[in-house]
């Protein structure tokens, strides 16, 4: 029987989705998501201070989940500072951005070659179980990351 080692990190910050490039006037290419930025740089501080072990090299499987922002049509008004939800509120987003872009915006930042300290690069991700919904009153938007090494 082999003893798997488990590593949960919990990132804040608005999800950003990685994925559409776009190519300025003067042929550079950058990302259309002007949100990636400081997400990929939370994601590597949260690193940083949460993780303290080696740089992963071997296989790992992969559990993310996204917690995305509500708007404000799912708060009730006369008790909004309390966190009240709206019973009809959805619990699964829906929307916009795509899970699997998201998933991206993610495990580049844990590589060592996009300035990330957990894995040595993405490429070693053998399986991932990705889901996003809507935070849950009292809490902070962002994402909670299980890696499971094999």
Same mark, same amino acid.
């Given at each position: 029987?082999? @003893? @798997?080692? /488990?590593?949960?990190?919990?990132f804040y910050?608005e #999800?950003a989705p990685?994925g559409?490039k776009?190519?300025?006037r003067?042929?550079?290419?950058?990302e259309?998501?002007?949100? /990636?930025? #400081?997400w990929?740089?939370?994601?590597?501080y949260? !690193?940083q201070?949460?993780?303290k072990?080696p740089?992963?090299?071997?296989p790992?499987?992969l559990e993310?989940?996204?917690?995305?922002?509500?708007?404000k049509?799912?708060?009730?008004? @006369?008790?909004k500072?309390?966190?009240?939800l =709206?019973?009809?509120a #959805?619990?699964e987003?829906?929307?916009? #951005?795509?899970?699997d872009?998201?998933l991206?915006?993610? =495990?580049d930042p844990?590589?060592? %070659? !996009?300035?990330? !300290?957990v894995?040595?690069?993405d490429? /070693?991700?053998?399986s991932?179980?990705?889901s996003?919904?809507?935070? %849950?009153?009292?809490e902070?938007v962002?994402?909670?990351v299980t /890696?499971?090494? =094999?």
């Amino acid at each position: 029987m082999s @003893s @798997s080692k /488990i590593i949960e990190l919990r990132f804040y910050g608005e #999800p950003a989705p990685q994925g559409s490039k776009q190519v300025t006037r003067w042929g550079a290419i950058r990302e259309v998501s002007k949100k /990636i930025q #400081p997400w990929r740089a939370s994601i590597q501080y949260a !690193c940083q201070v949460q993780y303290k072990g080696p740089v992963i090299t071997g296989p790992v499987s992969l559990e993310v989940v996204f917690v995305m922002p509500r708007s404000k049509g799912h708060w009730s008004k @006369s008790i909004k500072k309390n966190g009240q939800l =709206l019973p009809s509120a #959805p619990v699964e987003h829906t929307k916009t #951005p795509d899970v699997d872009k998201l998933l991206r915006g993610v =495990l580049d930042p844990l590589t060592i %070659r !996009c300035g990330g !300290c957990v894995l040595e690069d993405d490429s /070693i991700v053998v399986s991932v179980q990705a889901s996003k919904r809507y935070q %849950r009153a009292h809490e902070e938007v962002g994402a909670f990351v299980t /890696i499971k090494v =094999l």
